[in-house]
């Protein structure tokens, strides 16, 4: 005699939530890569702050933090985030209560060849995310991390052909234009960008707010 026929359930599952802007927001894609070069030349904070701590490019994470109020163009793009941002929460069947997800901060990203941004997470915020700018032949794709990995001390490592969802590490290839969210809790890195061209990103977080 055989036993029942055994059962396996998919449990704490990570979302990654996709998306991109429309043809009708070519215009607006445009203006904001023309912000993110000049902010590149001009803004002397941030070129300072960049020097200091060897960052590879430019990145006004450390220098401004009113993009949508400073550019027309990423108050335009705020509102875009805004909804999309409320969708992914949906999804996430997080009780928000009578608060809401709210931009707590925007900041761009100018990676040059031979550039890479560090594992890292983005604590203190709900959903962290990027659009996508420029992503010239060659650039890197954003690597993600399964959140477990560290708690995997004695763990073996998966099969090269493990299906997608198994990998401890997926990577995502991406176009100008298109957007992507996760949980801040979720590990990710920028690898090298290869391409002799500027790899260009807008990232952004958002906070619980009242």
Known sequence: MTGAMATIDTLFVTRLYRAALGPEDAPLLAEIEASCRSLAVDDAAGIRWCARNGYPGYTSYASLNDLPWRFPAFKALARRLDRH??????????????????????????????????????????????????????????????????????HPPRKANAPRELQPHVSVATAPGDILLWESFVRHEVPVNRSPEERISVSFNYRWGP
């Open 85 to 154: 941002v409320a969708d992914f929460a949906k999804d996430l069947a997080l009780d928000l209560g009578r608060r809401k997800l709210a931009l707590d901060s925007l900041w761009v990203n100018v990676l040059p060849e031979g550039g890479a941004h560090a594992s890292h997470i983005h604590p203190h915020s709900v959903v962290s995310g990027t659009l996508y700018v420029a992503m010239p032949k060659g650039a890197a794709a954003l690597k993600l991390e399964d959140p477990r990995h560290a708690q995997m001390m004695a």
